[in-house]
């Protein structure tokens, strides 16, 4: 089925560092979402974007819905241990479903 | 709140037997919930959209047959794998709507395993 593209795959950076990835599709979206996955757990949503340019935080979190519509992007400063995890992008159009990103696979140093 | 859960949290069954997953959404009711399967290392894949009270909607390449969606009440829905065969065995995932928004909420999964 169809995906976002979804940058980096993963990521092995030092506890500290700030964290950056992104999504970026070929259609428009009317909502981005972003979530977290821990190892033999379901997601768990972070952040949800509704409006084109809209920049919403959530703790050390931040993510952005593209001007264009057609990307995202989310932010993590200061990481710890905690943050390790696969992070999803997905993508609303419409009707309800999710069209998902491949991931990114974080992984932190202490 | 929007807490989602699943039962049993995984099973192991027989060729050839059917298993019964069920997700309920515990402080919200859920008119639409989605059934997901992923494979280690890899993306969540939408099986199915479930709705209460009418026919569950299965994405191309989904054998309603083998994967019966039953959505009876707006707290509970449920996934029976019919005939499982070993390459049934996945991490099952579910997740409701919550209200008119698109935010969808998880399940913690079921991790099937078919010997």
């Known amino acids: 089925g169809q995906q976002l593209n979804q940058s980096p795959q993963s990521m092995f950076i030092q506890e500290g560092e700030d964290v950056s990835m992104n999504c970026t599709s070929s259609s428009i979206f009317n909502t981005w979402l972003w979530y977290k996955q821990d190892p033999g757990e379901g997601p768990v949503l972070l952040i949800a974007?509704?409006?084109?340019?809209e920049l919403t935080s959530n703790g050390r979190l931040t993510a952005q819905f593209g001007i264009t519509r057609k990307d995202s992007f989310l932010n993590i400063s200061a990481s710890i241990p905690s943050d390790v995890g696969i992070y999803f992008c997905?993508?609303?159009?419409?009707?309800?479903?999710?069209?998902f990103g491949q991931g990114t696979e974080l992984s932190v140093k202490p | 709140g929007a807490v989602v859960s699943q039962h049993p949290s995984w099973v192991i069954c027989k060729s050839g037997t059917s298993v019964k997953i069920e997700c309920r959404s515990l402080?919200?009711?859920?008119?639409?919930m989605f059934w997901y399967r992923q494979f280690p290392k890899q993306s969540l894949m939408l099986m199915a959209t479930s709705n209460e009270g009418s026919k569950a909607t299965y994405e191309q390449g989904v054998e309603k047959d083998k994967f019966l969606i039953n959505h009876a009440s707006l707290t509970l829905s449920t996934l029976t794998v019919t005939s499982a065969h070993p390459e049934d065995s996945s991490f099952y995932i579910c997740s409701a709507l919550v209200g008119s928004s698109y935010e969808q909420y998880f399940g913690p999964g079921t991790r099937l395993t078919v010997t």
């Open positions: 974007l509704y409006k084109a340019g």
């Open positions: 997905a993508g609303h159009r419409q009707g309800g479903k999710l069209i």
């Open positions: 402080d919200f009711q859920a008119t639409t």
